[in-house]
Structures are given as C-alpha cells and as structure tokens.
C-alpha cells in the first residue's frame, strides 16, 4: 500500500515538472500560442473511456488519469461531463475523476463545473455524491446557482429528505445563492409535489416579498399540495386566499380541488360524490372556465372506482349536453365500470363506439379495454376487441399476445392460443413469452371452482327460527 502511494506522488510529482517545462523546439514560440494548446477529440474520449469502461478501483483510476498527462483544463471536466459518461459512468467513478480535477488544475475550477457536476448527480440521485460537492462548493467559496438549487431541492423531497432540502434553502447565503423568486419557488413546488403543503406554504408566507407578481404559481401548487392529502378544508382555504389575492383560478386549481374533493368522498361518502362534483363545475361557470373533459374524467375515475354505473352513465351523457365531448379516456372509464359490473352489451356498445367514430388516438385505449376483459374473465371479448385493434394498423401487439396467449392456455383452449402464437410469428412480432405455455403438459389449466351451497331442509329451517325465536324471549326476560 505505501508503495502504491509512493509510485501515485512520483508521477504525479513527474507531470507536474513536464507541464511547467515547455520542450527546447516550441521555444521561439509565443507564450500566448503555448495556452491555445486544447485537448483534442481523441483524448476526451480517452478520459471518457477511462472513467466509464476502466477496470479496477478508484485509486487505480487516478493513476490512469496522471498516466495520460493530458493539459488540463476546465473545459476537460465540462466536455467529460457533458458526454455519454453522464449517464454511463458509474457516479463514484465521476465523483474521483472531479475530485481528481480539483487537485490537479492549475487554472481553478469555474462556478459553472461545480454547478454542472451538481446537477448531473442530482439527475443520477447520488444524494452522498451532491452532498460532498455541496460542502466542497462552500469550502472553495463557490456560487451555487438557482436552477442546481432548484435540482437538487426536486431530488431531495423525492427522496424524503424535505429537511435537509428545507436546511440548504435556509442557508443559501453560504452558498452565495439568494432567496429568489427562483429559489422559493423551486422549494415550494418541490414540497408540494410529495404532498408537504403546510412547510411550503410556511415558506411563501415567510419569503412573500421576495415573489411579488409570481404568487399566482405559488397558490396553484398549495393547491396541488393540500390536494395530495385529501384535505378539502384547506384546498378551499387557499382558493379564497387566491381570489381575495385577485388571482382568479383557473382551470388546473378547480381540477386539483375537484379531485381532493372526490378523493374525499370516495372514501368518507360515495353518496354526495356526483352532486358535490358538479356543484364545482357550476362554480367553474360562474367564473367564466367551461368545462374541461379532465373535469369530467376526474369525477368519472372515482364513481368508476365505487361501481357507480347509473351515475358515470349520466355524466356521460351531461358532457355530451354541455358541448364538452368525451375523448377515448372518458369512454373507457365508462366501459370499464360496466364490464367491471358485468354489463358487458352496454360495454361492448361504448367500445365499439369509440371505434366506429374514431376516437381512439393510439393503442393504449385497447390495452386497457382488452387488459379489463381478461381481468374479468371474457377472453373471448378481448379477442374480438383485438381484431379490431389489428384492423386499424396501430402496432404494438406485442404485449397484447403475450397476455392473450397465456390466458387462453391456462383457459384450456390450447387451440386458439396455438392461432395467435403462429399469427404472431408471421407478422414479425417479438413475443416475451416462452412456447412452452402452448405445451398441455406444462402449463396447469385452471378450472373455475364454484363453492356449493349447503342445502336446508324445510326441518332446519324451522327447528332455526324456533331457535332464535327462543333467544329473543330470553333476552327480553333479562332485560
């Protein structure tokens, strides 16, 4: 080990002597034109392949780099980052190769290559490595600019770490960043988006003047925020904030509202879902917003989601009345809560519909269709759902066969699972799925069991309410 540390100095202490001598034959040359000298094409991808694709450990990747001599420069370390090794590289070997660049530059490193560094380990969620460079960027009295701030608060409240996120927006001044409308924005998006409404918002009222004329995107992410939780109280508390304000909302802060709102009363009371919905709607109105169809395919989500079938067909039927026409997700949600009930007619009807009339955009409608017919058991449906899928020339019937398949073999009709498997191979397509699910011998075939009713005779039954007859009197006398 020592060894390895004593032939690590000489060389580094070697190149340090050969990039200070400049050879007797570039003597005659201008010291300015000795400084133009760039690393050229060829060994940026040296440097690249050494970080990313060299072999041994990080110890052995600095002797490597010292071995190359190559003139060093910040725009090295830009030019490394900003190619395939910002995301090929394994991070620890990115972090060495800065680390390595810091000790070895003549000329300092810019603000710029820290931030960039930064930002590329924010991407690459290598929380330990942002930190190291966030204390070295405080060290080396470094400037830490707003959009890696932004970055960095994102990746951290993704990760659940909204305090550390909140502790470095506490100190940008360490980080000779100010509290911007940049900076308080970002934490406050980035809080509200996993739903910690009530620490942005203590930060917008803390940092208020510090976002004069922005406060209209601070209110639609409070919104957001409190929307997470479900909390409907709070949700209407800062749309009359907003309006008092004189920010009129628009259409995604009463979309967020209206999900909190049936979120809410999908788990407390399904009941007042539909007349509480609209209710927003008619509020929408008077505000001047027509009707969107995310508007409705909000309310249609969750009635779908408690099997409320005569209502999500009413709703249906009052887009088509106020001029908001349903798109292909409308539809689906309808058919879906049909076939979930076991209507398949009328679900059938919507399907062939939304097809007959051209609404369907891409395949994703039938995946989602033919994936519900499965689901419930109606392999037939979905096959013929499927034809028609073909008959447009959508593509992408891969995963289709892969579900079908399968789900007719363990049906028993190993026959048409043989059909499509050939047709598969015919028109070229890349099936995931092994041939032995064809093979009767290996794929178990599952039967439906239905659990048999005991039967009570007319003796029992009677012998039973004498039984609880007798209960209730005894219970009276007590009492």
């Keep these: 080990m020592n060894d390895c540390r004593l032939l690590k100095m000489l060389i580094k202490l070697t190149n340090l002597i050969m990039r200070r001598t400049v050879p007797k034959k570039y003597d005659y040359l201008p010291y300015s034109t000795i400084q133009l000298q760039t690393t050229t094409a060829v060994e940026i991808t040296e440097v690249c392949s050494l970080v990313s694709k060299g072999v041994g450990s990080l110890d052995d990747l600095e002797l490597s780099l010292d071995n190359l001599n190559l003139p060093l420069a910040s725009s090295l370390v830009r030019q490394v980052f900003e190619s395939s090794c910002k995301s090929e590289a394994p991070t620890r070997r990115l972090l060495r190769f800065f680390s390595w660049s810091m000790e070895n530059l003549e000329s300092k490193l ?45 990746t951290l409240v993704k990760h659940e770490k909204e305090d550390e996120a909140l502790g470095i927006f506490k100190n940008l001044d360490k980080f000779n960043c100010p509290h911007d409308v940049i900076t308080v924005t970002a934490i406050v998006n980035a809080l509200c988006a996993k739903g910690h409404a009530k620490r942005a918002e203590g930060v917008f009222l803390h940092h208020k003047d510090k976002i004069a004329g922005s406060e209209r995107l601070i209110y639609r992410s409070l919104i957001y925020g409190w ?34 709102l049936c979120e809410r009363n999908l788990k407390s009371n399904p009941s007042v879902l539909l007349p509480e919905a609209l209710n927003v709607l008619r509020e929408m109105r008077s505000y001047g917003l027509g009707h969107s169809t995310t508007s409705y395919n909000i309310i249609l989500s969750c009635l779908g989601k408690v099997r409320r079938v005569k209502e999500s067909l009413q709703v249906l039927e009052r887009m088509r009345k106020t001029g ?112 032995e699910v064809l093979d009767p011998l290996i794929t178990k075939v599952f039967e439906p069991v239905r659990k048999e009713k005991k039967k009570v005779t007319l003796m029992e039954s009677r012998l039973l309410r004498l039984e609880l007859k007798e209960r209730s009197r005894k219970s009276k006398k007590k009492k």
């Design 324 to 435: 908001c026409f349903p798109d292909s997700v409308s539809y689906y949600l309808v058919a879906r809560v049909l076939y979930l009930t076991g209507r398949f007619g009328k679900g059938n009807e919507i399907v062939n519909y939304v097809i007959e009339m051209g609404l369907v955009e891409d395949h994703k409608f039938f995946y989602n269709v033919i994936g519900i017919l499965c689901g419930v058991e109606r392999v037939n449906y979905a096959i013929e759902v499927f034809d028609k899928m073909k008959s447009k020339s959508l593509g992408g019937y891969g995963p289709v066969y892969d579900l079908l398949i399968p789900k007719l073999c363990r049906g028993g009709d190993f026959d048409k699972g043989r059909e499509l498997w050939d047709e598969a191979r015919s028109m070229g397509v890349c099936l995931s799925i092994s041939s």
């Design 110 to 154: 810019e603000d710029k290559d820290y931030n960039l560094a930064i930002q590329v380990f924010s991407e690459r969620k290598d929380l330990k490595a942002v930190e190291i460079l966030m204390s070295d960027l405080v060290k080396q009295a470094r400037s830490l600019n707003s959009s890696t701030f932004s970055l960095v608060a994102e």
């Design 227 to 260: 929307s997470q939780q479900c909390n409907v109280k709070e949700s209407r508390r800062i749309l009359q904030e907003m309006k008092s304000a004189g920010f009129v909302p628009d259409i995604f802060c009463f979309n967020e509202f209206l999900r909190c």
